[in-house]
């Protein structure tokens, strides 16, 4: 049977991922989040490791910078929505790709080990409160390599202060369910991040939680 799709994983089809990268990658994360699109190129770069998990990888575009120089890499995606997966392993077919559907929240439908975890722009989408969400957290650690690492990013914007354009955004996309951040907050989720991980390094860019984690407890 199919899972069910919550609206954060929906939009995401044939006529949404080919315009995902210019209009929330490169518009909504600099401006509306305040992150250069430069600072997750330069972690994907640095822990994406010789076998990769990603979840929630919509058109797997940071990966893809991370693998641009790369001629080997063991690559498994997983996403709730089916779309996603075929369009990013499409997108990377140089490399070996296993595609997984699966919810995040769910214990994982693929067994790793993996070295590295990426879990970008992921919990922000997904429904419940943060922890809530991060019981995502303990399912990627089932399937963590020893000394691999996790790392992800969320907006986080209850409690800060976020421009106009940023107000619509996340007005906006809570209404449509597309997002549903708007009561998470950054120190909650450093915190259940913290509760996990013996070895991290969590930081506030703009309103987005940006982590590495190793070492789980
Ligand atoms: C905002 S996109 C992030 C894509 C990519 N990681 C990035 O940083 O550009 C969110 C992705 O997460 C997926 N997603 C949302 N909720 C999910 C869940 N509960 N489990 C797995 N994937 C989910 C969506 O289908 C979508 O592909």
Redesign the pocket.
């Known amino acids: 049977m199919n899972q069910p799709i919550?609206a954060?994983?929906r939009y995401?089809g044939a006529l949404t991922l080919p315009i995902y990268d210019a209009a929330?990658?490169n518009i909504a994360v600099p401006y509306a989040w305040g992150v250069p699109l430069a600072v997750g190129r330069e972690m994907y770069r640095r822990m994406v490791g010789a076998r990769h998990l990603d979840?929630?990888?919509?058109t797997g575009?940071?990966l893809r910078k991370a693998l641009a120089d790369r001629d080997m890499a063991e690559i498994t995606l997983?996403?709730?929505?089916e779309n996603?997966t075929r369009y990013a392993a499409d997108k990377l077919r140089r490399f070996t790709v296993t595609q997984a559907v699966?919810?995040?929240?769910e214990p994982f439908p693929v067994s790793g080990p993996f070295d590295s975890i990426g879990m970008?722009?992921?919990l922000h989408?997904?429904p419940g409160t943060i922890p809530e969400k991060a019981v995502a957290l303990d399912h990627a650690i089932r399937v963590l390599a020893p000394g691999g690492i996790c790392f992800g990013a969320s907006v986080t914007p209850a409690g800060r202060q976020l421009g106009a354009f940023g107000r619509m955004v996340l007005n906006g996309s809570n209404r449509t369910g597309a997002l549903n951040n708007a009561q998470d907050d950054h120190d909650t989720l450093r915190s259940e991040i913290e509760a996990r991980f013996n070895d991290t390094k969590i930081e506030l860019r703009g309103v987005m939680t940006l982590w590495e984690a190793r070492d789980p407890k």
């Open positions: 919550h954060g994983a995401y929330v990658l979840i929630g990888v919509a575009y940071f997983m996403d709730l929505n996603a699966g919810d995040a929240l970008f722009h992921l989408c997904m």
